[in-house]
Each structure stands twice: as structure tokens, then as C-alpha cells.
């Protein structure tokens, strides 16, 4: 039977990593990015044309689904797999990044959150145990602790009661995890290193955190306003602190050049809705920057948006098609242009992945930025 969870490093470069996360329903190949599937769906994107995208691994969201349609509901018609049609790894957020997100709507104390539920104004009471339990009912195969995402800027003692708070949640999550044990036997545990930009912060959390037990470790906080070079400076002094055997996962993140900087600091997961929100709105994401189909220089434009993309769009479709389609508004718009994106993300994710294999990833990664900062090249005339 295939392991309920083995991390192992095949190669390394400098501080960068590329290994394989085994699970009982398929091997995620890292470092990884995993698109969003928010509400059990990537959105405009059949499951099937997920995969094919080259993506092992999907992210649920726990506060979303537990709305809407219910987690209870989702356990009864089979589990988040059977009910999306994916049967690789999800891993399901924990509801703490909306915490943070409905601060007009929440209350706050150490048992947990009380909320209203965006779309019919209930109340809603989300502790480390609820969500393990809404979790384990999805069927995730890789599940968060609970925690409080700490908003920036923040001073040093309220980034510090935040994550003492995080750090007792985290051990509520550790025991309501284990209690689920036909769940447990099957499923993965990670904790999220907190203590926003303060590197005393960080090492506690760290340490705390290693102390109750986890699988994984992401690293959260980040990506919510301080900026790539504060992102980064965060991640130079948190990185070596890590355990080195367990996988590092950096949520919400990001952009091209942010996954390329933070896979050279080590870490060997992303997750982020950019790819697919930007397709939806007429952004792409080429190897020469990113190109905006709405603007009026695409409508007669007969190439493809990156020469060097293997998805459907770029092999069937000219500019001047996607230009006009999302400029009509329709679907198939959005369709395309978020599988260009998602692919296009999936192959930088295996380019980095053939850099770090090969020793080559400081030379690959100056490429990839000098390239991708020169921006999309107009036509000639």
C-alpha cells in the first residue's frame, strides 16, 4: 500500500530542494504549485484539464465549503474527491486567512472566531477543532492547523500575541487531528510558522511548532502587503531554521518571480489564486512578462500569446481571438486564458525542478528574470 505520507530530497541546490511527497493517492513532484480550487472547483477549468496542465495536487477551502454546500453534505455524496472528480491530494486550507479577511464581520477570543456567513448572515463558530473536523468530513488528504493569519503591518507585541494564539491552536489541531483516527491513518497534518516580519517571532514558532509534531510546515503571514523584499529578508532568516526533512510549504504565493526567489530559499509548495483570477480578467503570465489581452494592440495580433507554451490556447487560438473573446465577455474566454496561465505555471514549476536536478538553478533563475523582465515584445509593424 502506498505510504500515508513520505516527504524525500533527491536533489539540492544551494538552499533550493526537489524531492517527491508520496501520498496514498499520488506522488506530488516539488517543488509544486497547487492551483485553487476554492469552492470545489478550479474555476472555468474541467478537472481533467487540471491535471493535464502537469498539476499533482489541488487546494480546497475549508470556510468556503463549509458554507456552501455544507461539509456534512460534501461527506455524505463521497468526500471532496468524489464530489469535484479528482482523485489526487487536495489539501484544504484552514480558515484562517478568511479569519483574517472578515475582520468587520468576526469576533475573536481564544476559543476561537465567531463570524456571519458572507451569504445568508448566520453565525458562524470556527475553533481548531471544528475545522479539524470539517477537514476530516472534505476528505483532505493534507490538512492545515488552525490558525490566525496576522495582518501587516503589525508592532511586535500584537505579531506576538497572534502568534501565541497560533501556537495554542495549533496544538488544539494536533488533538483534534489525532482524535479523527480513521481520518488520521490516512491523511496529513501540516502547522504555519507565524510571527510576521520579527525574526524572534519566527524561531519561537518554529520551535513550538516542532515541539507538538506536524508533518509539514508552512510558512503564513507572508504575502499579505510587506512586499517581495521584506517577503524575502523574512524568508532568508526563517529558511535555515526549518526542518530540513519535512516538506515547507509558502501560502498564497505568488507571482512568477516570487516562486522562483522562494524555491531558491527552499521552499517546495505554493499555492495561489493569481493564475486563474488573472485568466478570468484577460492577464496572462508569459516567459516574457505578463500580457494584457484586453489592450487594443491584440486585436489584429494573428500569433499565439507565448510561442514557447504547449496549452491549448497558444496552439489553436491567435491573440486577436482571445483579445476579442474576453473583450465579449465570453466564456470560453476565461477558459482559455486560465489554462495558458495554469500551465504556463506548471511548466515553471518543472523548469525549476530540471534547474535544481541539473546544479543549475542560479543560472536558470538570472535567465528566467532578465527574460521575463524585458516584457511582452509588440509586433512589427
Not at 477549468?45 to 460534501?74: K, S
Amino acid at each position: 500500500m502506498p505510504p500515508r505520507f513520505d516527504f524525500a530530497i533527491s536533489h539540492t541546490d544551494g538552499t533550493a530542494r526537489r524531492g517527491q511527497i508520496a501520498m496514498q493517492r499520488g506522488t506530488i513532484e516539488t517543488p509544486a504549485f497547487m492551483p485553487v480550487g476554492t469552492a470545489g472547483t478550479v474555476k472555468a477549468m474541467h478537472t481533467r484539464e487540471v491535471r493535464a496542465t502537469g498539476a499533482d495536487i489541488l487546494l480546497g477551502n475549508t470556510y468556503h465549503l463549509m458554507l456552501r454546500p455544507e461539509a456534512v453534505r460534501v461527506d455524505a455524496l463521497g468526500g471532496l474527491h468524489r464530489f469535484m472528480n479528482w482523485d489526487r491530494p487536495i489539501l484544504t486550507d484552514s480558515g484562517g486567512f478568511q479569519v483574517m479577511s472578515l475582520t468587520d464581520l468576526r469576533t475573536l477570543d481564544e476559543e476561537g472566531v465567531t463570524f456571519k456567513s458572507h451569504i445568508d448572515g448566520r453565525r458562524i463558530d470556527l475553533t481548531p477543532e471544528r475545522s479539524m473536523e470539517i477537514q476530516r468530513l472534505l476528505g483532505s488528504d493534507i490538512v492545515m492547523a488552525f490558525d490566525e493569519c496576522t495582518p501587516f503591518p503589525a508592532s511586535f507585541e500584537e505579531a506576538e500575541a497572534s502568534m501565541e494564539l497560533s501556537m495554542r491552536w495549533a496544538k488544539r489541531s494536533r488533538s483534534g487531528f489525532d482524535s479523527g483516527t480513521d481520518h488520521a491513518a490516512r491523511a496529513a497534518l501540516f502547522g504555519i510558522v507565524q510571527g510576521s516580519v520579527y525574526e524572534p517571532l519566527r524561531m519561537r514558532s518554529i520551535a513550538a511548532l516542532e515541539e507538538i509534531g506536524f508533518d509539514g510546515l508552512a510558512v503564513g503571514g507572508l504575502a499579505v502587503g510587506e512586499g517581495q523584499a521584506l517577503m524575502f529578508e523574512t524568508l532568508d532568516f526563517t529558511m535555515p531554521a526549518m526542518p530540513t526533512g519535512k516538506p515547507r510549504y509558502l501560502m498564497g504565493v505568488g507571482k512568477p518571480d516570487d516562486i522562483v526567489g522562494a524555491v531558491e530559499r527552499g521552499i517546495d509548495m505554493f499555492d495561489c489564486v493569481l493564475p486563474s483570477r488573472s485568466g478570468r480578467t484577460g492577464q496572462a503570465f508569459t516567459w516574457r512578462g505578463t500580457v494584457n489581452i484586453k489592450n487594443a494592440r491584440h486585436r489584429d495580433d494573428p500569433r499565439p500569446l507565448d510561442a514557447d507554451c504547449r496549452c491549448e490556447a497558444c496552439q489553436h487560438y491567435s491573440r486577436a481571438y482571445l483579445h476579442h473573446l474576453i473583450r465579449a465577455g465570453e466564456i470560453l474566454g476565461a477558459m482559455l486564458m486560465t489554462q495558458h496561465n495554469l500551465t504556463f505555471y506548471q511548466d515553471l514549476m518543472a523548469r525549476l525542478r530540471g534547474a535544481i536536478e541539473q546544479g543549475q538553478l542560479s543560472k536558470w533563475a538570472t535567465q528566467f528574470r532578465e527574460t521575463y523582465a524585458q516584457g511582452d515584445i509588440a509586433p512589427i509593424a
